[in-house]
């Protein structure tokens, strides 16, 4: 009978399935899923964002993860893990800090579009013996991968509030080269006076083998005015934020990886928008971010991780002031 073939059947499917290995690389080294020994989800973006908007929808799918969403479509969140505040949760990009100098309100102002998305690993649990005291909560990496096929996508999208939505992407496999352009346009006019919004993201992710090793180049743009009705208060008021980054990273063999990355923020708040001299604040930051690592295999299961990294984040404001500061760290982690 069916019933009784259906368990052996089962069985023989999933032991002849291929394996799948998720890589994770919330680590010194890059480990399976299975071979890591702190709490990471792992959540698949890249084949199934058609059922996703935004970022702060894929985020959604972890419980140890809250969101305090101010608006729809990932206008505005603060992202917190298992209590921890949004100051103490760590926001990456490709193993690159976001975390922003002037206000942790603007961390989740992630410039890549979601096309380009392939995973996000959310750390869950302090990281900061790897990330530092920014990360005491967890850390919230989102990774993006070189494209496995030549091919263009496009979706649209138009609802109710003038919702008007528009993303795609072109990629290309040219022998040792991979690149990805991809952009995303969300438009509404809100669902009451003062809650509109416009969300552009621009970004071209390319990744290149040579003798030397891997190279990855990371381009992002995002641009993002919104209608900010009651966020602060009982004021109608208007903001606009935009995000540059730019990142490199290089392997150098087999056993040593470098990496660059600089972020400016800019974020002009306006409290009344109807009338901005009564109060305006016009606020931009810069984040330069080098590190260089390398690992050993001592013996047989032993291994030796050890490395140098540096940050220095600076801040323009007719509010804050004007403020600088530097931080370095030299690391070594024995693991057996």
Do not use: C
Request: proline share 5%.
């Amino acid at each position: 009978p069916r019933s009784t073939l259906f368990p052996y059947t089962t069985l023989f499917r999933s032991l002849f399935r291929p394996h799948e290995t998720i890589v994770v690389t919330g680590t010194y080294e890059p480990l399976s899923l299975d071979e890591i020994d702190r709490s990471v989800t792992v959540l698949p973006v890249r084949d199934r964002n058609a059922v996703f908007n935004s970022l702060a929808d894929v985020l959604r799918q972890d419980p140890s993860i809250d969101l305090e969403a101010r608006a729809p479509d990932g206008v505005q969140n603060d992202v917190s893990i298992r209590g921890s505040s949004y100051a103490q949760t760590l926001v990456l990009l490709n193993g690159m800090r976001l975390d922003d100098a002037q206000s942790g309100h603007h961390n989740m102002d992630i410039p890549v579009p979601l096309d380009a998305v392939t995973r996000v690993e959310v750390l869950e649990g302090s990281g900061s013996t790897m990330y530092g005291s920014d990360a005491v909560g967890g850390a919230i990496n989102v990774i993006t991968q070189p494209p496995e096929t030549t091919e263009l996508m496009l979706r649209t999208a138009v609802g109710n509030f003038g919702i008007n939505e528009q993303q795609g992407s072109l990629s290309g496999v040219l022998g040792p080269v991979t690149e990805q352009l991809s952009f995303s346009r969300d438009f509404s006019t809100g669902f009451i006076p003062d809650r509109d919004y416009r969300d552009l993201q621009l970004a071209s992710t390319t990744h290149f083998r040579s003798a030397w090793g891997t190279t990855d180049l990371t381009l992002a743009y995002m641009d993002h005015p919104f209608g900010a009705d009651r966020f602060y208060g009982d004021y109608p008021s208007w903001e606009d934020t935009k995000t540059w980054f730019l990142g490199v990273q290089q392997a150098i063999g087999k056993k040593t990886t470098a990496s660059f990355a600089y972020r400016r923020h800019s974020d002009l708040f306006v409290l009344i928008r109807d009338d901005p001299s009564v109060y305006t604040n016009h606020h931009h930051d810069e984040s330069y971010q080098a590190d260089l690592r390398r690992n050993e295999d001592l013996a047989t299961n032993i291994e030796l991780h050890y490395g140098v990294e540096a940050l220095h984040e600076s801040i323009v404001s007719n509010n804050l002031g004007d403020h600088s500061r530097s931080r370095a760290a030299a690391y070594a982690a024995l693991d057996f």
